[in-house]
């Protein structure tokens, strides 16, 4: 995935409004992020990329499964495709903060392109057969993981060029709600077009989206740009990051709770086609719905923080939407009925992205601009690192335990997770305050009637 991020991606200003500010109309405030042409050019493209690569995803897992039937092989396509970012992700950051952003994506993106490309050759000349077409996809799957783990992190530290700091935020917040349209909108599409003409049509799509993205970044005036290269080595500024993180109360503490989530929950995704079919009984038009209502409460989730005026309440979101998460996992484990089944997730794309678009931007607001690319290296190796290693483990235990036991144990973890984390962060928002101020994304001392954000 080109964000699987998961794992992608993740408030008028950055900084706390004043009470005029945020009397402003919160629909319009919303979108504020795209009166930049930057970002209305990375948006524009993006969308139209994310859509490619959510078809991608779905026929390539519906692909493995039609030939395998196998929830252990599933387990690892999602294993290979994401494990590269929990192993490469601080070399990544590094790049990131090394070299220009901008530069970066458009190659991580025209990889992404070119592997799309041989994808749709390989399957549609009729070489992805058998067990053999499982492994050529497997390998496929793994370069492109490698190709993300560079590519999440410089994205995700591009965007306060392309905004500024005043709305940081409100791009974060945006991204995820473009993310999660695509969501709805690749699979639905996707499960139309393996039913009309295969899979490989997906892949040949796919790889012309990138076209968008990669002709929006060309377009681009980038006037500022953070990189910096001050004569450290490597390993060094390596260890910098690593520091940072770990001496940093509320960054650690969020970062653990994503990694709980990330490993123990998210593997349900992977699982999704036996759901659709052997409890569900609705082949791959069932999956490609499944995954959009998924999409459809991630969407209105992210569009839910990014009309909100203030940092104040994240770290309640991220401790309930994690909570709400796995009470809506369990419940999903559960049911037989389609359009049950089809509700609940929509639940689950929205606690979901509210708490993993909440500790985006806790996290990008208090970590300084020479640190953000190793920064959300790392919280990509939280998200999306620890994604590979929970599908390989549900889908091995899914072969042995059945797929909804393995879902409810998941959900378990999360709800344990977040109220461990719920029960921790009061002691936490004096720091993440601190940190807040001295990156200039809120007023440096709250009203006498208020706690000050970040709560």
């Known amino acids: 995935m080109a964000d699987s991020s998961p794992t992608t991606a993740d408030a008028a200003s950055a900084t706390t409004p004043t009470?005029?500010?945020?009397?402003?109309?919160r629909a319009?405030?919303?979108?504020?992020?795209?009166?930049?042409?930057?970002?209305?050019?990375?948006?524009?493209?993006?969308?139209?990329?994310?859509?490619?690569?959510?078809?991608?995803?779905?026929?390539?897992?519906w692909l493995i499964y039609r030939i395998s039937g196998s929830g252990a092989l599933l387990g690892l396509l999602g294993f290979v495709g994401q494990i590269p970012i929990f192993l490469l992700s601080p070399l990544a950051g590094l790049v990131a903060d090394r070299w220009p952003r901008r530069a970066v994506v458009i190659a991580t993106q025209s990889s992404s392109m070119l592997l799309a490309f041989i994808l749709a050759a390989l399957t549609m000349t009729g070489h992805v057969t058998g067990r053999a077409g499982v492994w050529e996809m497997i390998v496929l799957a793994t370069m492109l993981g490698i190709v993300n783990a560079f590519d999440v992190p410089a994205r995700q530290s591009f965007f306060i060029e392309m905004v500024g700091r005043e709305d940081l935020l409100n791009a974060i917040a945006l991204n995820s709600s473009m993310?999660?349209?695509?969501?709805?909108?690749?699979?639905?599409?996707?499960?139309?077009?393996?039913?009309?003409?295969g899979e490989g049509w997906?892949?040949?799509l796919n790889g012309v989206s990138y076209l968008a993205v990669i002709a929006g970044l060309l377009l681009m005036r980038i006037e500022k740009a953070y990189a910096v290269h001050d004569g450290a080595a490597p390993l060094e500024k390596l260890r910098e990051g690593l520091r940072f993180v770990r001496h940093t109360k509320p960054i650690r503490a969020l970062l653990v709770l994503v990694a709980i989530v990330s490993f123990m929950a998210l593997s349900y995704t992977v699982l999704m086609p036996i759901f659709a079919d052997r409890i569900l009984h609705g082949g791959v038009n069932a999956y490609g719905t499944l995954m959009g209502a998924v999409g459809v409460g991630a969407m209105f989730g992210a569009l839910a923080l990014a009309m909100r005026q203030e940092l104040r309440g994240l770290g309640k979101i991220v401790a309930y939407s994690s909570t709400g998460l796995g009470v809506s996992l369990v419940l999903f484990s559960a049911s037989h009925w389609y359009w049950l089944s089809f509700a609940i997730l929509v639940v689950s794309g929205f606690t979901m992205m509210m708490q993993f678009t909440a500790t985006n931007t806790l996290i990008q607001a208090m970590v300084p601009d020479q640190l953000r690319g190793r920064v959300m290296s790392i919280y990509s190796m939280m998200f999306l690192g620890m994604s590979p290693l929970g599908s390989l483990l549900a889908g091995t235990l899914a072969d042995h335990i059945g797929a909804p036991v393995t879902v409810a144990i998941g959900g378990l973890a999360s709800c344990l997770g977040g109220l461990a984390f719920a029960r921790k962060w009061p002691s936490m928002r004096g720091p993440a305050r601190d940190l807040v101020a001295a990156q200039g994304m809120m007023s440096p001392a709250p009203q006498p009637d208020e706690s000050g954000p970040p709560s």
């Not at 009470?19 to 109309?25: L, V």
């Not at 992020?33 to 897992?61: E, P």
């Not at 993310?179 to 996707?190: E, T």
């Open 19 to 25: 009470p005029g500010a945020a009397r402003k109309g």
């Open 28 to 61: 319009g405030g919303a979108f504020r992020a795209l009166r930049h042409r930057n970002f209305r050019l990375f948006f524009s493209g993006q969308i139209i990329s994310l859509v490619g690569t959510w078809m991608q995803t779905v026929a390539q897992a």
């Open 179 to 197: 993310f999660n349209l695509a969501r709805v909108a690749g699979p639905a599409i996707a499960a139309g077009v393996v039913a009309a003409v």
């Open 202 to 204: 997906c892949f040949l």
